[in-house]
T-cell receptor, first 109, second 114 residues
């Protein structure tokens, strides 16, 4: 069964500190992994996807198949990064996403 | 272009009442989804539709029904609401033909069942 685990409900850091939001998954095939973000009073939106290997708003995430992880990282957190972050997994060839329970990131000045 | 819209924005409903949450997209996406968002549980898929005329059950379908009569609309119906259906409901859509499969979300409907 597919499963996405985000072990931290809340991650609180100071501005300028490094951030790592953890995501582990269980899936027997070749999954596609995503990070979605929900800023206060805004819609959930895609932040980045592992196949793009891109950096968005300073965030990066590397798919580690050996550790079945897709942790989201940013070297220097900003206050505007405060939001709810969801890791999600998709079956290759299917459109449905399986979401983790989410991690709220709070960046304090 | 509005993207994806949901109505109502919020609703308080008596238990046992019937309620339909509306979702409309103008992006001509083939796939649409309904999720519920609950604290500590994240987003859970209720129902989905890969294309007009077809629907499928997600992770938590009980107590909910959907229809997809056309590409743009994907209403979610609670036949007889119960307090455990108090949640924030999000509709989303995606286009498998675009090659990106990004899901685009609506603003959500906050439903309270008393």
């Amino acid at each position: 069964a597919q499963r996405v685990t985000q072990p931290e409900k809340l991650l609180s850091v100071f501005k300028g500190a490094p951030v790592e939001l953890k995501c582990n998954y269980s899936y027997s095939g070749s999954p596609e992994l995503f990070w979605y973000v929900q800023y206060s009073r805004q819609r959930l939106q895609l932040l980045l996807r592992h196949i793009s290997r891109e950096s968005i708003k300073g965030f990066t995430a590397d798919l580690n198949k050996g550790e079945t992880s897709f942790h989201l990282k940013k070297p220097f957190a900003q206050e505007e990064d405060s939001a709810m972050y969801y890791c999600a997994l998709r079956n290759t060839g299917f459109q449905k996403l399986v979401f983790g329970t989410g991690t709220r990131l709070l960046v304090s000045p | 272009i509005a993207g994806i819209t949901q109505a109502p924005t919020s609703q308080i409903l008596a238990a046992g009442r019937r309620m339909t949450l509306r979702c409309t997209q103008d992006m001509r996406h083939n796939a649409m989804y309904w999720y519920r968002q609950d604290l500590g549980l994240g987003l859970r898929l209720i129902h989905y539709s890969n294309t007009a005329g077809t629907t499928g059950k997600g992770e938590v379908p009980d107590g909910y029904s959907v229809s997809r009569a056309n590409t743009d609309d994907f209403p979610l119906t609670l036949a007889s609401a119960v307090p455990s259906q108090t949640s924030v409901y999000f509709c989303a859509s995606s286009d498998s033909g675009s090659g990106t499969d990004t899901q685009y979300f609506g603003p959500g409907t906050r439903l309270t069942v008393l």
